[in-house]
């Protein structure tokens, strides 16, 4: 299971029950945030040994040295149906639910990625997307694994940092929109050239990639932004405009090799009886279906979430497919919105802060923003103070769920 380290203690409590985990692996500066009677194995000494814990009993374990290790075996090889990760998501129901992603799922996935975007392992990637969002888990961890290829990591994302960096020979940048924006800003205020390095393409995914961003990146630094999709059930990647193809601004691109993209009646249409449904011709609006072994195979417990009808998943985005296979997203059909290239679910927020003490009612919804996509607004009808529902929310809820406006009404 992959946690994101800006998860609320409740939440990361409830995703390891839910799971059914049996030890932790994180590091010392984390320990305060986990529940307790776990196996953890601190790995703060990687890749020289671990710490193993158990029970108020202690042992340090040998990892050996892994620097400059090179792995060798089967790359074609197509991986077990077993569970690979989980990744919590898709509360659109109030509760987060975990996507079980299959060994499967992830090679099939990274190697489509590599296909599309033509990696080699003359590559370098600079990781700036965390390993616990499915996005920078495949595309800027399994993938250069998969291919050889060198990974520069961060520990925390700094935008003039992140410019050095690129500009010091840095092939391949992936990242979601707020990262695009604030590396624009650090760009023309230290007024850095990013592409006197090798960089030779820039993809962005995650998030709605506003047309006036992608202008403004291609102005500043010479380079076209492509942009992807993707979803933690589709493991993640489904579509990218590919270097090999002229770039469409304002589209999503085309399905990647190995699965199909295609649009269907939405899955909450009434006529749909159950049985196979055709997709809809080009041009017609409905909601994005994708097909193909990067599609997981459902949630733990078997919770809801998204559909999955003959083998489609419904990703409950609204889209149109043009002749030439480019998807144009034209808004959610799910109850959700983005917020730093994290996905928010108004209804989580509601019945978490709706449990409350002194809460009568909850309305979330977005405040656009330029830089975070969006911002949140919650207006809460009861007897509390915007103090204690900030308190309460800074206990209950991850980082980037945490409200920014809290209007309150007596009730």
């Not at 203690?9 to 390891?16: K, S, Y």
């Not at 340090?60 to 989980?86: F, K, Q, T």
């Not at 990974?151 to 707020?178: C, D, L, Y």
């Not at 030779?200 to 500043?220: M, S």
Request: proline content about 7%; some cysteine.
């Amino acid at each position: 299971m992959l946690v994101n380290p800006l998860a609320a203690p409740a939440e990361i409590a409830f995703q390891c029950a839910d799971a059914n985990v049996g030890a932790i692996f994180t590091t010392t500066a984390f320990l305060p945030r986990l529940p307790q009677g776990y196996v953890v194995v601190l790995l703060d000494d990687a890749p020289r040994s671990a710490e193993v814990v158990a029970g108020g009993n202690a042992a340090r374990v040998d990892l050996g040295s892994h620097h400059g290790l090179s792995i060798e075996g089967e790359r074609d090889v197509a991986g077990s149906d077993e569970e690979a990760v989980i990744v919590y998501t898709s509360a659109m129901r109030g509760t987060p639910a975990g996507a079980i992603l299959t060994h499967r799922n992830i090679l099939s996935n990274a190697r489509s990625v590599v296909e599309a975007l033509q990696f080699t392992a003359d590559d370098r990637l600079l990781a700036v997307l965390p390993y616990a969002h499915l996005f920078g888990f495949t595309v800027t961890a399994c993938v250069p694994l998969l291919i050889g290829a060198q990974v520069t990591t961060m520990e925390r994302f700094h935008p003039v940092k992140a410019a050095e960096i690129i500009a010091g020979g840095v092939t391949v940048f992936i990242a979601v929109p707020a990262v695009y924006h604030a590396l624009l800003g650090a760009i023309e205020r230290k007024s850095l050239d990013i592409t006197s390095g090798a960089l030779r393409l820039c993809v962005c995914g995650g998030a709605v990639l506003p047309r006036e961003l992608q202008d403004r990146w291609q102005q500043v630094t010479g380079m076209e932004l492509r942009e992807g999709y993707g979803l933690t059930e589709a493991g993640p990647v489904a579509l990218v405009n590919r270097p090999d193809l002229p770039n469409v601004p304002g589209t999503l691109g085309v399905a990647l090799e190995g699965m199909d993209v295609e649009i269907k009646p939405p899955a909450d249409d009434a006529s749909i009886d159950g049985g196979p449904i055709a997709s809809l011709p080009d041009g017609a609006i409905g909601e994005i279906c994708v097909r193909g072994d990067n599609v997981f195979p459902g949630y733990v417990g078997g919770a809801d979430g998204l559909p999955v009808r003959d083998g489609w998943l419904y990703t409950g985005d609204r889209g149109v497919r043009a002749p030439s296979g480019h998807i144009t997203f034209l808004g959610l059909i799910k109850p959700m919105f983005t917020r730093n290239g994290f996905n928010v679910y108004p209804r989580e927020l509601e019945r978490v802060i709706g449990a409350m003490p002194g809460v009568t009612a909850v309305h979330v919804e977005p405040i656009p923003d330029p830089a975070k996509e969006n911002d949140i607004l919650v207006r809460i009808t009861g007897n509390v103070s915007e103090e204690d529902v900030r308190g309460w929310c800074e206990l209950k809820l991850s980082a980037y769920k945490q409200p920014t406006v809290i209007e309150l009404a007596a009730g």
